[in-house]
């Protein structure tokens, strides 16, 4: 079920308890009334179990992260309804153990070894990457035995979830999905130039890349100091808007490589080119170097066209988004999903990015982990809770009703072709030539054809792919010998 759920929405009553006297962080206690919910989503089959019967009510989850999902420091914080379900109709808790972001796999797999692990951890498709190697290396251990993906609470990730299994086993407790890198722009700036506005070129339909092409090579000037694109994943994010990897997997879940892909020829020959006329930011010869050092650096200024980022960079303060994205109140931000390839299949593709988490090898607690993900995901589908991340993005960071309706529409794309990138933790000479293929050909001073770098990866990538699929294979036969 998709969030059919969109029905008038239910008023939430919020009771807040902030602790005072105590010093430091202060949690912020708050009960969400919603009593009609259970009832609506009964009747499409979507239950939470019994609280006499279910297995991990009132008991405490150990969450293994470097930020807090669950707990609010602030009253005017976005609260994760699902943690307050957990906590007031099962009589359960969660404790955070806080990490350093730079350090936090070698901890975890400290706490493992030493038999200490935590419940759950974050689930994430690049910089916080947890398939396969990390399951195959046992410190994170499949789910189907607390997930019933089957179930109708479930059956709507099932298809990003299968991305994350192997040999029938799922890894990943997918309680959401959601869309990644979109084109952010400023709308002055490309009124100045006379451009057609991206967001009303893909509503009919001619966001593509011809046009996105002709728009930054016409807007560049290195002289100027002006480049069409900036950013850290511009490349990556156009190869994806293909629609393919540069690594895929067959029916078996056995990888296998995708590089001969025309998809992929295409979008890497449009990179070069962008390339070699001069369209995308660096620095003398530092083609990895960002504007200021910073997600937007020249939108305000006209110096920069296209930024390809999360739009979880457009969520600071409005005077900190105004000051580099441009004014915000005078409708100057906006974006569009990445341009569609026009000799391609006439779909827009954007990458499916997970929200959920990992079960940690030998985790105490994988009832009370599974019962909480459960809450979370009904609290997803959940008809009479209030949108407050929508409500947030509305009247805290000035999102006019443009951009949330391209949002949903982001979302609409991702959910079409959900299509998580699957090689965020593979092999280490895996992942090194998979970020060649993702910025050799443009992010260089003097860049390889396409044809160059997969010619001169090629066998080495088929023979650690070879030896991926047999690290899978022996994964499953230790983890059958040791079911039996």
Known sequence: MKRLLSLALAVLMIFVLVGCGEKGRQIVHVT??????????????????????????????????????????????????????????????????????????????????????????????????????????????????????????????????????????????????????VVAYNRRVVEEWGFDDPAELYLNDEWTWQVFYEYCVEFSDEDENRFALDGQTYTNSLVQATGQNFVHRDEEGRYYSNLDSPEIERAEQMLYDLNKNGCTYHEGNDYWAMRNDIYGGGMKEGLCLFYIAETSFFTGTVEE????????????????????????????????????????????????????????????????????????????????????????????????????????????NINSMVSTFQYGPCRSADPSTWAQVKEEYREALEYYLLEMNAMLDDYVLEHQSAQE
């Open 321 to 428: 988004i105004s000051a580099v994205w441009g004014d915000v109140a005078n409708n100057e931000l906006m974006f569009a999903p990445l341009p569609r390839d026009e000799s391609g299949d006439g779909n827009y593709y954007l990458i499916t990015q997970v929200v959920g988490y990992m079960l940690v090898n030998g985790a105490t607690n994988p009832e009370g982990a599974a019962l909480l993900a459960s809450c979370e995901r009904f609290k997803i589908l959940d008809p009479t809770v209030a949108d407050i991340d929508r409500k947030q993005l509305e009247e805290k960071y000035m999102w006019t009703a443009e951009m949330l309706e391209m949002y949903d529409t982001c979302k609409e794309i991702a959910d079409a072709h959900p299509r998580a990138i699957v090689t965020g933790d593979m092999s280490e």
């Open 32 to 181: 969400l009334a919603a009593e009609d919910a259970e009832a609506i989503l009964a009747a499409a089959g979507i239950q939470l179990p019994d609280v006499e019967t279910a297995a991990g009510a009132g008991t405490t989850v150990r969450y293994f992260s470097w930020y807090d999902g669950f707990h609010n420091y602030d009253e005017d914080e976005i609260v994760n309804t699902g943690y307050f379900t957990f906590t007031e109709k099962y009589g359960g808790e969660v404790e955070w153990i806080e990490c350093d972001y730079g350090t936090r796999f070698d901890d975890l797999a400290a706490l493992v070894l030493s038999e200490n692990p935590p419940d759950l951890y974050p689930a994430g498709t690049s910089a916080t990457a947890t398939y396969p190697m990390k399951c195959i290396n046992n410190v994170f251990q499949p789910v189907d035995d607390y997930i019933d993906y089957d179930s109708p609470l479930w059956a709507d990730t099932r298809e990003v979830a299968d991305t994350f299994s192997f040999a029938d086993m799922h890894f990943t407790i997918v309680t959401d999905t959601t869309f990644k890198d």
